[in-house]
């Protein structure tokens, strides 16, 4: 059962709370987070009354959806290169965060999180996620085996989560009384809105997934696709996962000749799965790549997965970094530099505008955030690798 929490506890987490002000908000957060203070009691009672009993106000079940373009350099007049961000009340997401707050200490404590799903757990992180694929990739090569890395990728993974499905999987975890109830009320009679410009769409109902942008919604999801792990592991495959980022890993000896066959029914099972759970796998995205055993000859892999032939290729990106098929990150060294120039040489055109503090934010923001990301992943490389790096870093 969901536990009421006390005054404080409440106070905590609603000035801890990024004050994201969304059009469903009465008042701006940082206001509502100011005279907190003044509002405790009523605050206190308003989310107490909703743990206990297992019930969610139809006002925070409403979303404001906002199509964000993917990436900056995609078509803006193709639909599919947007993500529908759902923007939420901030009292809602204050209300999600007092359940996920004992719903993460009950799945730790009883040891029911899949310990190969890195995504939005604390302790975790892409930088994790990819450590823990690279050092399973170099170990199989410093004991002669080569390995393949196949990349899956799930079409609006999040927007097409079965309720019915979840709430069961959630029963067998052995959450349930008003705990369960408090997630079944979430999920069911959600409405959404479509944002665009200056109009607004009248309400939708929404029947199914988890809304992007909700507090709880990863972690669902993450539970969700908890049994997929399974029928990877059966087939000999490891695997790693960052939200719905999907990475599956077979090692094996040069001698083995079923390789592609044993990858492809593995692919055939997870299709089936992905069926069964309404998800689809987005093949368009799905990437493979073979890295030779140390003195193994290098092999032009071809896999099937639902009547789709994917080939390997010689880099793939994967969680915003560059792999390539020898983990030597030059590819993924290139391209950062060739960014960072760029950001380097727009931030000395304005410098004259600039004051130092100005110009000190916009190099961290824009040049260090590029070089820190994911970069314990160069440790062990020569020196002359990563010099285009350290040569960024210098200027």
């Known amino acids: 059962p969901l536990s009421p929490l006390s005054p404080d506890e409440i106070s905590r987490l609603v000035t801890a709370g990024r004050p994201t002000t969304c059009p469903l908000d009465p008042i701006p957060s940082s206001l509502l987070q100011t005279i907190s203070g ?3 009691p009523y605050l206190t009672s308003l989310i107490n009354s909703s743990l206990t009993a297992g019930y969610v106000p139809s006002v925070f079940k409403r979303a ?77 090569k410093a004991n002669s085996l080569s390995s393949a890395l196949i990349l899956l990728d799930l079409s609006a993974a999040f927007d097409t989560v079965n309720h019915q499905i979840l709430l069961s999987t959630l029963s067998e975890l052995g959450i349930s009384g008003a705990a369960h109830a408090w997630i079944a009320s979430n999920l069911t ?40 792990g399974s029928v990877i592991s059966s087939h000999g495959l490891s695997y790693h996962c960052y939200a719905d980022d999907t990475q599956l890993i077979f090692s094996f000896p040069p001698s083995d000749n079923q ?50 032939l994917v080939s390997s290729s010689q880099s793939a990106k994967n969680l915003g970094v560059t ?60 020196a002359c690798a990563i010099k285009p790096l350290q040569l960024i870093q210098n200027a």
């Open 64 to 140: 404001r959806v906002a199509p964000l373009l993917k990436k900056p350099t995609l078509d803006p007049s193709d639909i599919n290169n947007y993500r529908p961000v759902s923007l939420l009340s901030f009292l809602s997401k204050t209300l999600e965060r007092a359940v996920l707050g004992q719903l993460s200490c009950y799945l730790s404590q009883n040891d029911l999180l899949d310990p190969n799903q890195s995504g939005f757990r604390t302790g975790h992180s892409t930088e994790t996620a990819l450590l823990c694929v690279t050092e399973a990739l170099r170990n199989a």
């Open 38 to 40: 003044d509002l405790l």
């Open 323 to 382: 792999l390539d098929n020898t983990l030597s990150f030059s590819t993924n060294i290139k391209a950062v530099t060739r960014s960072c120039r760029f950001m380097l040489y727009n931030i000395r055109r304005v410098r004259p505008c600039l004051t130092q503090e100005a110009a000190q934010v916009l190099v961290q923001a824009l040049v260090i955030s590029r070089l820190d990301y994911c970069n314990s992943l160069l440790a062990g490389l020569p």
């Open 259 to 308: 390789v592609a066959n044993r990858i492809s029914a593995c692919l055939a099972d997870i299709s089936v799965w992905m069926t069964a759970h309404h998800l689809k796998l987005n093949l368009g995205k799905t990437e493979l790549l073979f890295l030779p055993g140390k003195d193994c000859p290098f092999h032009d892999l071809t896999i099937t997965v639902d009547n789709s």
């Open 189 to 228: 009679g959600r409405s959404y809105q479509v944002a665009w410009r200056e109009s607004v769409s009248a309400p939708r109902a929404l029947t199914t997934g988890v809304p992007q942008g909700s507090v709880l919604g990863p972690l669902l999801f993450s539970l969700y696709t908890k049994s997929l």
